[in-house]
């Protein structure tokens, strides 16, 4: 019984010395791992890219990205770049004009986080595939004053309906605003409530207006 009991400590000892060593050997393995990145660090610092001002990258990384329909970037080409490394991840993050164009079809964090991102910048909206929610027009509303287009394509007349206290908003800086009624069930009458909406005092920089199975603004100051 007591040869027992003193095999039992002393299993209970080689684990524990078993269990620091491991411990010891994942902190090494740590600053092995810090000190390698640390190095590459150091080598991609001496490359010639390395020598080009932040402003000349994001430059760069504008005319890689460039949507061919505005002036914008693609945001997935300018993720791509981001995972280069982390200067070019933090120029990328801190240059508010690469995130002009935003996509609302991926999540309302995404928009939340490209909002962010593009500081004051005036913005494009586009749902892409994405049906206006109440809970999207809630977060773009506080940046009514630069959003600079708005485009909604073939959404029924419910998802557009979402979309009238950020259109009855005042923006000030909005130049294109293209709204499209589509689904099975088309009923421009129901659009009525955007006649009244859409006025030239409230987009008095508007240059593009494309309007789909939606009643057309009474506004004649809009068409000027």
């Excluded at 009238?164 to 800086?173: E, G, K, V």
């Excluded at 009923?187 to 939606?214: E, G, H, I, K, M």
Aim: with cysteine; charged share 20%; hydrophobic share 45%.
């Amino acid at each position: 019984m007591e040869a027992q009991l003193i095999r039992v400590s002393l299993n209970g000892l080689m684990r524990e010395d078993i269990s620091k060593r491991i411990s010891a050997i994942a902190a090494q393995q740590e600053a092995l791992e810090r000190e390698k990145l640390q190095l590459h660090a150091r080598w991609n610092s001496t490359a010639s890219v390395s020598t080009l001002t932040n402003e000349i990258i994001a430059y760069i990384f504008k005319l890689h990205a460039r949507d061919q329909y505005r002036d914008a970037v693609r945001i997935m080409d300018l993720v791509r770049l981001m995972a280069v490394c982390q200067s070019w991840r933090d120029v990328a993050c801190s240059t508010p004009t690469l995130w002009r164009l935003i996509n609302v079809c991926r999540s309302l964090e995404w928009l939340k986080l490209c909002l962010s991102r593009s500081g004051s910048c005036d913005v494009d909206i586009d749902f892409g595939k994405k049906a206006p929610s109440e809970d999207i027009t809630a977060i773009l509303i506080p940046h009514c004053s630069h959003i600079r287009s708005v485009t909604v394509m073939n959404c029924v007349f419910r998802s557009i309906q979402s979309l009238y206290p950020l259109l009855a908003s005042q923006l000030p800086a909005l130049e294109t605003l293209a709204l499209a009624q589509g689904g099975p069930q088309i009923n421009v009458v129901n659009t009525a409530r955007l006649s009244d909406v859409l006025t030239a005092d409230r987009y008095p920089r508007l240059q593009n207006l494309d309007l789909a199975n939606v009643t057309a603004p009474r506004d004649p100051a809009i068409y000027a």
